[in-house]
């Protein structure tokens, strides 16, 4: 999916092919930032304001709105990004533009994020747990407790992220039964928010050893 960057075709004379690619996004990232500009379309037509050709200060402006009502440092960033997709006025982009950064700076510095710290566990208890009912036997425990076993393990095991495990596929030749261990790799067509070297790995889930 794309999404208009309207500077891009009338400063650089783009072709329409290279303004596809230069626009493309996750249909996530898209209905995102179609929401964020949104909010400050109807906040800049309030004020007789053209969203589209709107100057920094205006901008800035409304992410000051935004601070003032409490909306995190995190959530500007995403705002100020939606806005720089849409807006025709600016190059490179207002994320780049010295004052939306100073911005962000002095935003960050009036309200750092706050940091909860991770609940302690232990993994051996979480390990031994997994070992008695309702997870075993394995051939008569109900499928819900299997499921939840084998998701634990995988992600244990594996190192990967949330995303990355959501995209592991069960249908061949991405998951493949071996002997003594099992492979399985991820959806190609699966786009990370963060690209990995890990994206071309396969993961290997060995037979556990039989305890006498």
């Not at 329409?16 to 500009?37: E, G």
């Not at 709105?65 to 006025?89: D, E, P, Y």
């Not at 061949?172 to 699966?190: D, E, G, Q, T």
Request: one cysteine or more.
């Amino acid at each position: 999916m794309v999404t208009p960057l309207p500077s891009l075709v009338r400063d650089n004379a783009l072709s329409p092919d290279v303004v596809h690619i230069l626009s493309s996004h996750k249909p996530s990232t898209i209905k995102l930032y179609s929401s964020k500009w949104k909010r400050f379309a109807f906040w800049a037509q309030e004020r007789g304001i053209d969203p589209l050709t709107a100057p920094v200060s205006e901008v800035l402006n409304f992410l000051a709105f935004l601070f003032q009502s409490g909306s995190s440092v995190s959530t500007i960033k995403v705002q100020l990004a939606a806005i720089s997709n849409f807006h025709a006025s600016f190059e490179p982009s207002l994320m780049s533009h010295k004052l939306c950064k100073a911005f962000l700076k002095g935003a960050w510095l009036l309200r750092p994020p706050l940091s909860h710290p991770v609940p302690p566990w232990d993994l051996n208890m979480v390990l031994a747990a997994l070992t008695a009912r309702p997870f075993e036997p394995a051939a008569t425990c109900d499928l819900k407790f299997l499921s939840w076993k084998t998701a634990f393990l995988v992600a244990i095991t594996s190192a990967r992220r949330v995303s990355e495990l959501q995209a592991l596929c069960s249908d061949p030749p991405y998951l493949i039964f071996h002997k003594h261990r099992v492979s399985l790799k991820l959806n190609p067509a699966f786009i990370p928010k963060v690209a990995s070297f890990c994206m071309q790995q396969t993961i290997e889930l060995r037979l556990f050893p039989r305890i006498l």
